[in-house]
DNA sequence: TTTAGCACTCGAAGGCCGAGAGTGCTAAAA
DNA sequence: TTTTAGCACTCTCGGCCTTCGAGTGCTAAA
């Protein structure tokens, strides 16, 4: 990559400015006169084409204005970008609501789609915190009818996941409590591994109940990131690029397609990084369907414990600057909300007391 | 209501498949055209005036086809529809795809919103099974860390709800597990009056906890129908009805708007009923973001225990006897689901046994 | 009651044209 | 050497016009 004057960045900055807000190819004379340079517009010409000449910039057709390349977008958020913070009233705005409804961490992450969206103006995923590793905390046995018994289980972390099992024959609620204690004291702190270790000396139902167990407790840690939330996707749809029905249906369709956005979500080596921050443009050549979009990512949570991730995805002229500040800073929210529900270690002092 | 003659029925009919299938304005010659009706197209014109004239069906302007009004669909869906049902394969193969996810509702609910999208071409809506009036079945109180107690409150018909507590003082496990397990024994089977009404004899970390258990099942009884499974979206902006940019964000903020979609499934009165199926054609009237849109719902799940909703939302033009159809299999087969999981019925011999 | 014939209507599609914004190049100015 | 004014050229977009064709309603004959 050459490296380029200050003047060349200044206006691949301008052009990326004007195009991500009107959509629309920038010429030379519309950016002096928007912007009151006091260099001629021969003068923004010139670099222009000598910015077109690096692959930062190109021309739809001849006779038109610039428009950015995907290069342009990368050394854009990788070099020019300036790091901005939501304003304070935002903030604290945005936080509030959170600590309000912190018992909920489906209501969370609900929320945090929902600003995230708001924030950004463009489409909104968000996953529940996971643990890399589930480890038993709790199980219980509920005998519903007959020969159908309700498992519970309760991870380390609070994740609880429910089944229903069918025995052999029907079990009387007090020999499944029984089991369940027996079961939950034998194991509970352990992962999949620590309870495969120790099943040999179990028998009978509890031997039974186990091999659920351990069933189950694999599927948590094949999950990724589970369910994904999504919003804003009427705001991605307000987009001109994505206009036209064609467009429209591809745009939905990802979207739609939760298996992209888990592919996503799970994926943690990335090329661009800000802060924390992954920033995926244009698919990086890889996602052939992500081709007209960028996806700015960033994970939340404590890192032994559960972890998730966030994004926003919009065109590829999407405002990245907001997306990435929206994404830090809930981020960074999400993370306290998860240690505070995990470790009891309440970072303000809003906590709610039994009355 | 005037009552038509045999061949106006027959020309409405053969008009609504073909705008349907064509979404133009169909004209007296191509009716004949492509129908090879030995009635000359004057003849059409003639009975299409007088149906025009019914309100059945309008022109977009003078000399152009005919398109059916609101009115047209609704005579068409309650009078000339004729009930078919999904081929045996079909429900065959489908069916074949329940049993094997038995044991997950949410995976039932996400699987019948695809299959109701798959078949009826159109935006699909699938709420989980969800008990009119909430009984506890079995209340477990987890220890977390420090003050942070985990309660998961299971309820009779096997929904669970979870909600992190912050007490007072940290409270050994020992404690908490007696209290949850005098409280499930006070309070098994009851609904939240049933439990009102005894909390007076309560005291201490047992009077507290059951505060909490009261406002979350006053929670699970107000939420209708808590979340609501959308599919096929992409099906819906396919339609050339949603093409422009701005209906498609029209469509989309409608499917988008949770609300609107818990206000349908929660609606049980209906003017159209189609052997238990309810048909809202153009909003009828009352709904005005549902001008474009017809919706045909269903409900699903044992009267007394667990009821869900179910519907297809597509445009007015949308194939009315295939969302008819597949919704009543559907609504059949969850119902059997339901109960069979409920009542430890099982109504086929797949059942899946401890090894 | 049905149908052939006919004049009329109106939207969609295509072609034409001018306006406007933009470019690259050249030569003069700084 | 760099910047800028000037200029010829290019290409899209929007408006306008015309044509085409599918469709209608009406009338009169079958």
Known sequence: MVELSERQKFILTLVIHEYIRTAQPVGSQALVARYHLNISSATVRNEMAALTEYGLLRQPHTSAGRVPTEEGYRYFVSRLIRATDLP???????????????????????????????????????????????????????????????????????????????????????????????????????????????????????????????????????????EVYLDGLTNVLAEP?????????RALRILEERSLLQDLAARTVMSNTVGGIQVLIGGEGTWDELRPWSIVLGSYGAPGLATGTLGVLGPLRMSYGRAISTVRFLSGLLSDLVAETLLDEPLTNKGENLS
């Open 241 to 249: 690029e994505f206009t036209g029905s064609e467009e429209a249906r």
């Open 88 to 226: 304070d009233t935002t903030r604290r705005t945005i936080s509030h609501q959170f600590y309000q409804m912190r018992h909920d961490v489906e209501q969370w992450v609900r929320l945090a789609a929902s600003v995230l969206a708001y924030q950004s103006r463009a489409a909104s995923l968000v996953t529940p915190p996971h643990p890399e590793k589930a480890r038993l905390k709790h199980l219980e046995l509920i005998a519903t009818r007959g020969r159908q018994v309700l498992m519970v289980l309760v991870m380390v972390g609070g994740e609880v996941r429910q089944r229903i099992l069918t025995l052999n024959e029907p079990v009387a609620q007090e020999l499944l409590s029984q089991s369940a204690d027996r079961l939950t004291q034998l194991f509970q702190g352990q992962d999949v591994d620590g309870i495969r270790a120790r099943t040999a000396q179990l028998s009978g139902l509890d031997a039974d109940v186990i091999g659920w167990v351990i069933e189950d407790m694999v599927e948590a840690d094949s999950e990724v990131a589970g």
